[in-house]
Structure formats: C-alpha cells, structure tokens
C-alpha cells in the first residue's frame, strides 16, 4: 500500500477516494477537505475571528487543529455540561489540547460551566424537565454556543461534525420526516434574527478520518462515549449506514452531498424550531430574562426554551449522573 502522492509506504487508505497515504499526506488532504468545504460553503472569510466549539472528542479538537493549521484566528468554546466523569474527563483532555496545541498559537479558550454559571447540570435538566438528556443538551448547548459567539463578536461558529454525523441525522430526519430539521441540514447556516453564523468545514471527513489525524497529530481526545447516549436512535441510524458504507464506499458521501445538491432547497420556507437560526423565522421577538430570539413560549410571555428549563432545572435537586442511566435502563 503506498502513498498516493509520493510513493512511500502509506498509513492509512480511503476506500471511497480510492486512495492511500503516507502521514504527512493525509494531514494534507485532512487539512484541503476543510479548506474546499469552507470555500465551497461560504463559512469564513479572510481576517475573520471564528469561535470552534470543542467537546474534548477527535472531531472538535481536529477541527481546532486543522483551523490553526490553515492559520484560521481561531479561539475555542468548552461548556462543562455536568454529565459526572465523563464531563471532569472531556475538559481535561480539552485543557491539555489547549495548552499544547491552541496557546502556543496565540488562541484563546474560553469556558462555561453549566452549574457554576447556571445552576444546573445535564442529568438534572432532563429530569425537572422531562426531557430526554440529549435534548436537554442540545437546547444548553446551542443557547450558550450562541450567546458566546455574539459576545466575543466572532464571525463564525463551529462545530466538528462529520460526514458519519450528518449522514446519520439526515437518515434520521428522512426516515420520521422530520422537514423542519431537513430544512436546516446546511453545512454553513447565515447569520441572522441574531443568530450567529454557524458551519462545519468536516463534512467532507469521517470519523475514522478525523480520529486518524488526532492519532497521527499526537492529539489525545476523550474516547469514551457521553454516557447519555446509550440508546440514543443517532447511533442505530450511525450503525445502519456503517453497514451499507461497508458494502458500497462512497455511498454516505453521495446521500449527504447528494442532498445538499439535489433537494435541500425545496425545504427552504420551513419554519425553523424554536431557539434555532432560520432565514423562514420572521416573528421572533427578544427573550425577556436573556435578550435572545425567540418565538415566545406557549403561554404567551416572552421567555425563550433556554431560560425556561434553565429556571425549571436551577431551583430542581441536582441529580446524579448515576441515577439517570439507572433510571434510563
Ligand atoms: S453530550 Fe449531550 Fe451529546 Fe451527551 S447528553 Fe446527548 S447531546 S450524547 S453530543
Ligand atoms: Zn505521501
Ligand atoms: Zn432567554
């Protein structure tokens, strides 16, 4: 097996580029997917200051790398959601990636703790609420990734999605038919309603990709999944399309930019969810407790879905990470 572009012996091969290479060849072409997704997309401009959302994960903490690499100004975003262990262990491998790699480079990490600045935590969200821990997650996470891009006035906010994510939640979003989320499956989502823009130049990568740079990079990341997601539909429909990328390489490539290519345009006027950007989301009006947009909630006040279950969740008895998985079982 050897190196597509200089002959020497490779490390890694792509079965749907039908290509191997040498380490230093693949953090080239890890590092031209982004550049191509990014100008092929219209994520970021010259002398932009972008804002990466980091996990602790391969795909965040790639995705930082490959920014400084390709000499992005680029800071990162940790929010410590409380999930126990798993969340003391995401920020430390976070930390250290940030020391070794990001600092030196002149960029700057900023944190939120969920509990320290809101009073609450993931598990115990998804109890006072009733939510799944996901979700609960999701509404945190987009809330506070949001307001720490308007404050810090970045242009662009990212996330290190894959190929294999997008893939599976447009799987997901197909098979329930779920076209408000269609809609929104953009890699580059513009600014607006006082949203930030939002982009995932990894697209074009999949995790066995994103894990390999880490891996070649000498960048550690928190292996473990998020404990939360046990049972979550996201790895089933992940799983489904495992199996048909096994037997047809290309074939999640060609769904998911296929998509992009052939039908996402047609959802275009759907009304975007409540707490998400959307060209289509006209009536918002500004939260009454935080300022961000909102549709208002059900009752008619002004209270956006964040402050909502942020009020509901900080006056709840904190729930043990523990008690939840039991209690999901
Ligand atoms: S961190 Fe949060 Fe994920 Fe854990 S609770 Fe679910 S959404 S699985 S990316
Ligand atoms: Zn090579
Ligand atoms: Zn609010």
Redesign the pocket.
Known sequence: MKCRVCREPAVIDIRRHNANFCSDHFMRYCRDQATKTIKEFEMAHQGDRLLVAV?GGKDSLALWDILLELGWDVDGLYVG?G?GDYSDVSGDYVRSFFEAFAEPRGAKLIEVDLRATHGYD?PTASVATGRT??SA??LS?RHLFDAAARDGAYDVLLTGHNLDDEAAVLYGNVMRWQVDYLARQRPMLAAGNGFPKKAKPLVRLSERETAAYCVLRGIDYQVDE?P??VG?RHLEYKNALGAAEEASPGMKQAFYFGYLREAVDLFATRPAPEGEAGEANTSLIPCDTCGSPTNGDPSGAATCAFCRLSQRSAAAEPVPVELLKTRRR
Do not use: E
């Open positions: 996990s959601l999930i993931v821990p996901c997650c999701g996470k998020c939360m997601a979550n």
